[in-house]
């Protein structure tokens, strides 16, 4: 059985770019690609007046026509690849989350319609994150795939950066791409410890720490890297604040792939931290965000 890659479409720039995102991974992974459009019917004037079935049938066949005129740009592109429309009524963001329960990647644009001007992200993006237990890709960014690059943020000391990149490594076989595991020294965070080991007569060298980061970043692409030995990788350690560095990373790369903690309790979603966060609104790529924990 096929998996599945599902995308919200409303005509808006920012979906029709997300759709050109989704084909492009429904198509290297030969995935089916479900097109998702979400509508609401019209309230009453009058209450306690129920919207008329005519009426009804009305806005159901204009969904389906824009989800239909979603697939028909996509099967022209991609003409082999399984597209399949789909309109529902309700909330956005829950229509897309209940679209394929056994989706394996949610693709949502930066923003849509009801966007002000000037938003970096829209609130239908962010509840997508919030309540998603699949990866999702904000696609952010103009081109589709040109620089064969694919960035993983790799925190070392976070168990999760696993799935980052396992992701990573999956989609870069995709593509026929090259890794780039990006770990980001935070300079605040550098100096506490750096007081905290001199404190301790444990004080090491910039250089020593530097050699212990790599280290450690190697041993986890390694990992990594064994089941797709044809991926060819790099890994990088810089200083600064991680944000502003993976926005920098982002301008030549395809894709930059980030994790966020799952949700406690047994609830969908993830909690999104303050470097995604940065990621999502200002990114030059799309961006995956991997859930785990």
Not at 99 to 120: M, Q, W
Not at 145 to 164: E, I, M, Q
Not at 219 to 244: F, K, N, Y
Request: glycine share 8%.
């Amino acid at each position: 059985m096929n998996s599945t890659v599902v995308v919200g479409y409303d005509q808006s720039a920012p979906s029709e770019h997300a759709l050109l995102v989704a084909a492009r991974e429904a198509s290297l992974r030969q995935a089916v690609l479900t097109v998702v459009h979400a509508y609401h019917y019209a309230r009453p004037t009058t209450p306690m007046v129920f919207t008329p079935p005519v009426l009804q049938e009305v806005y159901d066949k204009t969904a389906m026509d824009i989800a239909e005129e979603g697939v028909e740009r996509i099967r022209a592109r991609y003409p082999d690849l399984d597209v399949r429309p789909k309109a529902e009524a309700g909330p956005t963001a829950h229509v897309l989350l209940t679209a394929d329960r056994d989706a394996r990647l949610l693709v949502v644009g930066n923003r849509g319609r009801g966007g002000f001007a000037g938003l970096l992200l829209g609130s239908v993006s962010m509840r997508v994150l919030g309540g998603a237990s699949c990866p999702v890709i904000v696609a952010r960014g103009a081109a589709v795939g040109t620089y064969d690059r694919v960035v993983a943020a790799v925190d070392v000391d976070d168990p999760g950066c696993a799935d980052v990149l396992g992701f990573a490594f999956d989609d870069a076989a995709h593509r026929n791409a090259a890794v780039v595991a990006f770990h980001v020294r935070d300079d605040e965070e550098r100096w506490v410890m750096e007081q905290n080991l001199e404190a301790a007569g444990l004080m090491k060298s910039s250089d020593e720490v530097a050699a212990d980061l790599d280290e450690r970043l190697s041993a986890l692409v390694s990992r990594a890297q064994a089941r797709h030995p044809d991926v060819e990788s790099s890994r990088w350690i810089a200083a600064g604040a991680a944000g502003r560095r993976l926005i920098e990373e982002s301008e030549a790369a395809d894709l930059v792939v980030v994790g966020a903690h799952r949700r406690h309790g047994g609830q969908a979603g993830m909690r999104i931290g303050p470097v995604t966060t940065t990621l999502l609104h200002h990114a030059r790529c799309p961006v995956a965000v991997v859930p785990h924990g």
